[in-house]
């Protein structure tokens, strides 16, 4: 009986990716792709603890509040734990994001984390750019979307140094419909928003660079902006890395994507 | 109001954008407003494509990777032995037309073909779009435009010139145009159209590879000097061209061609301007008119999205928008890099005489990207 119940709590756990880690959709509302052709995909990358957690001290100097082996066993221990659910299927990156209590989340996107995503694209790739095409300031920008559970993240920052783990398994969501996944999600999947998906380039910026295909754009999802129907991202542009503004208005592009994130 | 967000949206532009906006701004202030508009537009979710009009195939010219051969007469009866018996559009089409885009604040024409020189009724065809309502635009491959000529463009509203310049070599372009003497033909229509004071653009074809090579640099370098922008269009396996796909570019191709953009005057149709992402740009940033009446989603792509002479244009772009290929936001090109739609494309158009399919037989209401 108990093998048996077991074996059902597995089946319930391991439908929410499928076999290539892509979050399956749950009977959305909002729009999405049923099935995906996955002509536009991430490829994982090489993970290098050490290297990674070297690009997140250079920018964040961590080190005082995080070894490297701290890093690495929190990181492993996230995917242990998700080893059953089948998101390890996904690309995934481990991220750091350091104590941290901002009072305006877009003040400090623009200040901090968007210039440590250009300092870490530029050391990794010296004759390509990391180009930030939106010219106004995000200060008061954004505020966590609601059902994205996004705030977890925000609180774990304010209480201490972050390890979490990146995973750009929404693919071919809308905005909305990104949101609305989570709902049926077990609760330690997060929407990821604006930090997380920052850190996810400074400690692998060739995250979405590819040079057989094409990566997709990420969503910000877990972050409401001001004007309803817009978003911010990140998107490659052949090998340099972009960050820009546009409009979604809640449609569906199979080039979209939003990411979960996971914290240890 | 207009006035405030006209300043909005300049800011977007680059300064050499900017001066062009408001150079048109003091002469068709009209035609200024609604390029100004286009953002706006696009933040709310519309669309503004560039309206090619192909009127008439005739062209002097036979070129080894010519989008329209197949719809040209020549090939119709030289080669399928059948007639053009569908309807063409004329004059009042047009007017229409132009009506229709003017409403929906849509800006910009580009008369192409064929080879629009060769008309004999090519004023009467700008004064049918209406040049004090739309930006118009002449695509041509030079031979025919003189200094003469320049000014007589200029004279009936064309604001550019859109000319054709496949390699900085002689004659190798002469090779690709199979047209000796049409690159002095293309430097003489170059000085002309400056001359006229007439916005120029070179256009050209990029095949596979073609990009890593010395001429290529050279010709980004040539139109950089020039101050003239240069267009770069990949080869698509359409048209004359399907019988060259190992012109078809790939993803390395399109990547270094991004990383020229840097250093030169060079652009794709997918790269971003005038404050725009749009990545590909089937009916969002343009559409084409063929003779018959039928509207495709983008120069290259042989199956129609409806037929102006026989529903609103409105409503065609907003078939267009739905279908799953065309309307999402993406950014490769469609049918220059996407391994399936150009085989689902290549299947269709297999043997078909007569060019673009119409809606239902190309594109379809049930159309699928998993499918």
Request: hydrophobic share 35%; glycine share 6%.
């Amino acid at each position: 009986m108990n093998g048996l119940l077991k074996g059902k709590i597995k089946m319930v756990k391991t439908a929410y990716f499928d076999q290539y880690g892509r979050c399956i959709p749950e009977a959305l509302m909002a729009k999405v792709y049923e099935q995906s052709r996955r002509y536009f995909s991430v490829v994982q990358p090489k993970i290098n603890y050490a290297e990674t957690y070297q690009r997140f001290d250079r920018v964040f100097d961590i080190a005082n509040d995080l070894s490297l082996q701290e890093f690495e066993r929190r990181a492993e221990a996230i995917l242990n734990v998700l080893s059953d659910t089948g998101i390890t299927q996904s690309v995934g990156v481990p991220i750091i994001l350091p104590k941290a209590d901002y009072s305006d989340i877009g003040q400090a996107i623009d200040d901090i984390y968007l210039k440590a995503v250009q300092q870490s694209f530029n050391a990794m790739f010296p004759d390509y750019s990391f180009v930030n095409h939106n010219s106004s300031s995000l200060a008061g920008q954004f505020s966590i979307a609601s059902g994205s559970r996004h705030d977890k993240l925000i609180d774990a920052m304010k209480e201490g140094v972050v390890v979490a783990y990146f995973f750009p398994c929404l693919l071919e969501y809308s905005v909305p419909a990104a949101i609305e996944q989570i709902s049926h999600l077990p609760e330690q999947f997060l929407l990821a928003g604006g930090f997380d998906t920052a850190a996810a380039f400074i400690g692998n910026p060739d995250l979405l660079v590819r040079k057989d295909g094409y990566a997709p754009l990420l969503w910000m999802s877990g972050l409401n902006v001001e004007t309803e129907g817009v978003g911010y991202h990140f998107e490659s542009y052949g090998y340099d890395l972009t960050f820009n503004r546009r409009v979604h208005l809640a449609k569906v592009a199979e080039y979209w994507a939003s990411s979960l994130v996971v914290l240890g | 109001m207009t006035n405030e967000i006209n300043i909005v949206n300049d800011s977007l532009l680059t300064p050499e954008e900017a001066e062009k906006r408001n150079g048109l701004r003091t002469r068709k202030p009209y035609v200024a407003e609604k390029l100004a508009n286009i953002q706006t537009m696009e933040d709310r979710g519309e669309i503004s494509p560039i309206i090619r009009l192909e009127k008439s195939y005739l062209c002097n010219f036979q070129c080894t990777h010519c989008s329209a051969e197949y719809y040209m007469d020549r090939h119709l009866e030289k080669v399928l032995h059948v007639k053009e018996d569908r309807e063409q559009i004329d004059m009042e089409d047009i007017r229409e037309l132009s009506r229709q885009a003017d409403e929906m604040g849509l800006a910009r024409f580009v008369i192409t073909g064929g080879e629009p020189l060769v008309m004999r009724d090519l004023d009467e065809v700008v004064a049918a779009i209406d040049p004090e309502k739309h930006y118009v635009i002449l695509d041509t491959n030079g031979w025919f435009l003189d200094d003469n000529k320049a000014k007589h463009l200029k004279l009936i509203g064309i604001e550019k010139v859109q000319l054709s310049l496949d390699s900085i070599i002689e004659e190798d372009h002469d090779d690709f145009r199979n047209k000796p003497g049409s690159y002095k033909r293309v430097m003489r229509a170059i000085d002309a159209t400056l001359d006229a004071g007439l916005n120029l653009l070179l256009s050209t074809v990029l095949i596979k590879g073609q990009v890593h090579t010395k001429e290529f640099v050279e010709l980004c370098k040539f139109a950089t000097d020039k101050g003239v922008g240069l267009y770069v269009s990949y080869a698509k396996p359409t048209g004359s061209c399907t019988d060259h796909p190992e012109f078809v570019i790939e993803k390395e191709d399109a990547d270094i061609l991004r990383q020229l953009e840097k250093d030169y005057s060079v652009f794709t149709h997918m790269t971003p301007s005038y404050g725009s992402h749009k990545g590909c740009i089937t009916v969002k940033g343009i559409i084409t008119v063929t003779s018959s009446g039928e509207i495709t989603p983008c120069p290259y792509i042989d199956f129609s999205i409806g037929n102006v002479k026989k529903m609103p244009l409105k409503y065609i772009l907003s078939q267009g928008m739905n279908n799953p290929w065309l309307g999402p936001h993406r950014p490769d090109c469609l049918i220059g890099e996407d391994p399936k739609f150009i085989k689902i494309h290549t299947e269709k158009t297999a043997g078909a005489t007569h060019l673009p399919l119409p809606w239902g037989e190309g594109f379809t209401e049930n159309d699928s990207l998993t499918d």
